[in-house]
């Protein structure tokens, strides 16, 4: 079973002369997982997703999944 997943996260950041910026960070896999794949194993994907991104961004205001 193929499976794509897309996480994103994005939040204000200050940059010298400019009232408002934002900096996002999105990072997408694609799995080929086997028809026994625990919702557990799942969890711990898109957990290793979400860390990967917010290393990228260390506090993002919002972060989000899709499936």
Do not use: R, W
């Not at 028809?35 to 961004?57: A, P």
């Amino acid at each position: 079973m193929k499976i794509e997943m897309e996480v994103k996260a994005f939040g204000e950041v200050e940059v010298q002369g400019a009232k408002d910026a934002f900096k996002g960070v999105e990072l997408m896999s694609v799995h080929n997982l086997s028809k026994d794949t625990t919702l557990g194993e799942l969890e711990t994907l898109l957990s290793t997703l979400f860390e990967e991104v917010e290393n990228g961004y260390k506090n993002p205001k919002q972060c989000g999944v899709h499936l």
